[in-house]
């Protein structure tokens, strides 16, 4: 299982599976793997080392790419956000949220579809002078109880019915793991050969950077769907 799971990320999930009970009698595996390169790639050249804020009293130094272009850009004054959008070459794009200083908290408390949309919807084109850092961040949880919490429980007992995958063996769920990894660099998620050139406009371009915690959303741009969320606390950890 293990080795499967991994050849179909690209070796980026690995020993997912820790261990089997003899009694088990079915592992149902889901696996999201995306590859994105970025539309408007980062010059190398321009990445250099930077602090990055993890809290008032701890910084790391981080590897920070930097780009000025024509981007979709929106400052939400009203959810203390400043909201950018970084198109994939494809139908997806990666959001990026980065709330006011001593706002995270503020935002992630009250985050859903709604403010997601609003967004999407609000944003316009500018120039934006951004700084991104390097990141690559792996995270694995138990969904028992996420699960249960939103009302899957009868799945998890005894009065479980899988009668539709078994008439003579009683089957229940066990429990539900979940990895999920992301790594972003000057090219998005894998190496790529691209230089663009901008016609830029001769106003001043807005400043976006991002060395405080801030939150990544991947969006599927056909059906709006969210194929990623995730809160980058630091950068530097892996």
Do not use: C
Not at 12 to 28: N, T
Not at 166 to 174: A, I, N, R, T
């Amino acid at each position: 299982i293990n080795a499967f799971i991994a050849t179909n990320t690209q070796d980026k999930i690995k020993d997912m599976v820790k261990d089997l009970d003899p009694e088990m009698a079915m592992v149902l595996i889901n696996y999201v793997y995306f590859r994105g390169q970025w539309e408007k790639p980062f010059d190398g050249n321009f990445t250099h080392k930077a602090d990055f804020h993890v809290d008032e009293t701890t910084k790391v130094e981080v590897d920070m790419m930097k780009r000025t272009g024509r981007y979709d850009f929106y400052n939400d004054d009203g959810n203390h956000t400043t909201v950018i959008m970084l198109p994939y070459k494809g139908n997806t794009s990666m959001m990026i949220v980065l709330p006011d200083e001593g706002k995270m908290q503020e935002v992630e408390s009250s985050i859903n579809k709604e403010h997601i949309r609003h967004w999407h919807d609000s944003l316009f084109r500018s120039s934006v002078e951004l700084s991104l850092p390097k990141f690559s961040i792996s995270a694995d949880a138990s969904l028992d109880s996420t699960l249960k919490e939103m009302g899957i429980t009868n799945a998890f007992t005894d009065n479980a019915d899988f009668s539709g995958m078994s008439d003579e063996v009683k089957l229940k769920v066990s429990k539900v793991s979940h990895q999920a990894v992301l790594s972003v660099d000057e090219t998005g998620t894998e190496a790529a050969a691209a230089t663009t050139i901008e016609v830029m406009p001769m106003s001043m371009p807005q400043t976006m950077t991002l060395d405080r915690p801030f939150l990544v959303f991947i969006l599927e741009h056909s059906t709006r769907s969210v194929l990623f969320m995730g809160k980058i606390n630091n950068p530097a950890a892996m």
